[in-house]
């Protein structure tokens, strides 16, 4: 069985999984996004399941399509994905949120890191974080954790 193959059939258990742990009684308004996002997993898994058929018709390795990717990046950027969610609690959302959307841009690009670069992203997360912060807590009065921050 191809690997491409074995991975759709995993993810097809595991929304599996997820799609019983649904079944019970509650009421159908708590269910709408879960069962949402379960439509959308589905979506993405069926393709999976064309992906795996076209590779495997065409004669295509998945192992060498992924040569030259930049797996140490990507890992390194849901270690610090886990590592945000882990700081979130304690700083707050929005020192967090800035401190994440800087080091992760800078991290993601594939590009060399500039000093006018960094400024860009610096701007660009400060203008996100002030967007969110003006729509959370000013505009919907959103209970958010604010960690040591005083706002």
């Known amino acids: 069985m191809p690997r ?3 991975a759709a059939v995993v993810m097809t ?10 079944d019970g009684p509650q009421d159908e308004q708590s269910l709408l ?3 949402f996002l379960l439509y959308l997993m589905a979506a993405c898994n ?3 399941y064309v992906q795996a058929f076209l590779h495997h018709r065409q004669k295509i390795d998945a ?13 390194i950027l849901c270690l610090l994905t886990v590592l945000y969610i882990g700081v979130l609690e304690i700083a707050g959302v929005y020192l967090s949120s800035f401190v994440y959307m800087i080091v992760v841009s800078l991290i993601a690009q594939p590009m060399q890191v500039t000093p006018a670069g960094v400024g860009k992203r610096i701007l660009v997360s400060f203008a996100c974080i002030g967007f969110l912060y003006l729509l959370f807590t000013v505009a919907l009065t959103v209970q958010i954790p604010k960690g040591f921050m005083p706002f």
């Not at 192992?63 to 890992?75: F, S």
């Open 63 to 75: 192992i060498m399509t992924l040569k030259g990717y930049p797996l140490k990046r990507v890992g």
């Open 33 to 35: 996004v879960p069962r």
């Open 46 to 48: 069926l393709g999976q």
């Open 13 to 22: 258990l595991i929304i599996a999984f997820f799609a019983f742990q649904l």
């Open 4 to 6: 491409e193959f074995a």
